[in-house]
C-alpha cells in the first residue's frame, strides 16, 4: 500500500511540474507581449508624429530629412525591440517544450505503477470476495448447525 501511495505522490508531483512550468512561461511570455504591445503603440503615435511633421515641413516648404531623422531611427528602433522580444518569447517556449518533454519523460515509469497498482487491487478484491463467500457459507453452517440443536 506504500508504494501506492509513493507512486500516487509521483504523479501529484508531475502534475503540479506541468502546472508550474505552463503558468511560469504563461507569465514570462504575457509579460513580454505586453512589452511588445506599448513599444508598437509608441512606435504608431512616433509614426503619426512624423507623417505630421514631414507634411508640415512640406506644406512650408522648409522639408530636410535631417529634421525628422530622429523619430525615423526611434521607428526603427522600434522595430528591432519588437523582434527581439519575440525571440525571448519564442526561446521561453522553446524551454518549456524541453522541460516538459523532461517531465513527461517519467510517464511511461507512472503508468506501468498504475497498472501495476490496478492489477493489486483487482487481486486484493478477488481475495476479499472469495473470504467473504467463504465467510458467508461459515455462517450459513452455523446457522444451519444452531437450527438443529434448537429443533
Known amino acids: 500500500m506504500a508504494d501506492f501511495f509513493s507512486k500516487l505522490k509521483k504523479g501529484i508531483d508531475k502534475g503540479t511540474a506541468i502546472v508550474s512550468t505552463k503558468s511560469s512561461t504563461m507569465i514570462e511570455v504575457n509579460k513580454l507581449k505586453s512589452e511588445i504591445s506599448t513599444t508598437q503603440k509608441v512606435k504608431k503615435e512616433t509614426l503619426l508624429e512624423l507623417g505630421t511633421k514631414v507634411f508640415t515641413l512640406y506644406q512650408e516648404g522648409a522639408f530636410d530629412i535631417g529634421q525628422v531623422q530622429d523619430l525615423i531611427t526611434s521607428i526603427g528602433e522600434a522595430d528591432i525591440k519588437v523582434a527581439e522580444l519575440e525571440v525571448q518569447i519564442a526561446k521561453i517556449q522553446e524551454e518549456e517544450k524541453t522541460k516538459l518533454d523532461e517531465i513527461n519523460a517519467v510517464t511511461p515509469e507512472v503508468e506501468k505503477t498504475v497498472q501495476d497498482v490496478e492489477v493489486q487491487v ?10 467473504s463467500d467463504q465467510a458467508e457459507e461459515v455462517v450459513e453452517g452455523t446457522i444451519d448447525a444452531a437450527k438443529d440443536k434448537i429443533e
Request: glycine letters at 0%.
Open 122 to 131: 483487482v487481486e486484493v478484491v478477488e481475495v476479499v470476495e472469495k473470504a
